[in-house]
C-alpha cells in the first residue's frame, strides 16, 4: 500500500464474491505490541461518544488514511485495545 511506512492490505471476498474480512498488516513498532482488531463504523466520532460514555478511553484520535479512510484507537474498560475503522 502507498504511504509512508511498508503496509500490506488484505482482502478477502465470501462465497458470492462480495467483500468481506479485510485488514492489513505492517512492521512491528518499536513498543508496539500484539494484534489490534479494527471495526468498520459509520462514524468514528459517534462511537467515541458511546465509548467514552461507558468508561472506555481514546488513545488515538481519528487520523485520516489519505485515500482510504480514517481510524482511531481505543482502550476498553477491560483494558483491550481495539480500532476503529471509517471508510
Do not use: H
Not at 46 to 56: I, P, Q
Not at 72 to 81: F, I, P, Q, S, Y
Amino acid at each position: 500500500m502507498p504511504g509512508p511506512m511498508e503496509y500490506y492490505g488484505i482482502a478477502t471476498k465470501d462465497l458470492e464474491g462480495k467483500p468481506s474480512v479485510g485488514g492489513g498488516m505492517g512492521k512491528r513498532q518499536e513498543g508496539g505490541g500484539g494484534i489490534v482488531n479494527y471495526f468498520g463504523v459509520d462514524s468514528i466520532d459517534n462511537y467515541v461518544k458511546k465509548l467514552e460514555g461507558l468508561g472506555g478511553k481514546l488513545l488515538m484520535p481519528r487520523t485520516e488514511i489519505p485515500g482510504f479512510g480514517f481510524l482511531a484507537v481505543c482502550l476498553d474498560t477491560e483494558g483491550n485495545k481495539f480500532g476503529l475503522w471509517q471508510n
